[in-house]
């Protein structure tokens, strides 16, 4: 890793935006209250690269401890897309990927960013390059599901393609608080390139359409990234 935890592009970025962090709080491993955290959590987002070269955006889902961390340069996610979801193929052996693990009734979150290792039929596991915390801001605190309430497995939709925002597009990005952003590095060597995924969050509305054009606040702490969303 650099002295940094940063790429030449991304010190690049934060020179033209007037300075940014120096990454000391990148580390090239996982420290025990970030472990811990993980295997906490029902959900995690992932972030992968297509064999085309674009990022993609996904979620995965479990029960609590379906994320494990067996020593702390590994994580072990106990979970696959499903078939027809377009990450499903990005996360194959030697591929990187960007993992961001969140609670949103406590507004907490880790990030642990690496390389597939290995695929079975039950889930993946990552050789962690880099793991860091970020604050909670902009972070809309929320409950998933009503204590003692269990909402079934949700039945899969095939995914559809689509050239323009429609109606119901609109309507939901014009309604949401949060989205999630999946982002890449150009190629290079190191823990500090490839892949990632953000957390993005602002009152309803704070994600401005122009057509088929969206435009993104450049909160403090909320920075903008390339445009594979969920």
């Known amino acids: 890793m650099s002295s940094t935890g940063f790429n030449p592009d991304e010190l690049m970025a934060q020179a033209l935006a007037g300075g940014g962090p120096r990454g000391s709080a990148i580390r090239d491993f996982m420290p025990e209250q970030h472990r811990r955290f993980f295997s906490l959590l029902s959900y995690v987002f992932a972030g992968a690269i297509d064999s085309e070269g674009w990022p993609l955006a996904t979620l995965l889902t479990g029960q609590p401890g379906f994320v494990q961390s067996p020593d702390p340069s590994t994580l072990r996610i106990a979970a696959l897309p499903d078939a027809e979801d377009p990450a499903n193929e990005a996360l194959s052996p030697n591929r990187e990927i960007g993992i961001l693990g969140i609670d949103l009734s406590t507004r907490r979150r880790n990030r642990a960013n690496g390389r597939i290792l290995a695929r079975d039929s039950s ?63 150009r190629p290079g060597d190191g823990a500090e390139y490839g892949a990632d995924i953000s957390h993005r969050g602002g009152r309803p509305g704070f994600v401005r359409m122009d057509g088929d054009q969206l435009t993104i606040p450049d909160f403090r702490g909320t920075a903008t990234s390339t445009p594979s969303a969920i």
Do not use: W
């Open 123 to 185: 889930g993946i596991r990552i050789a962690v390059g880099q793991s860091f915390g970020n604050c909670p801001q902009y972070i809309q605190m929320r409950a998933l599901a009503a204590p003692g309430l269990d909402p079934g497995p949700a039945a899969p939709k095939a995914a559809e393609s689509v050239d323009h925002l429609d109606l119901p597009a609109r309507a939901a990005i014009a309604a949401a608080d949060t989205f999630f952003v999946a982002s890449r590095s």
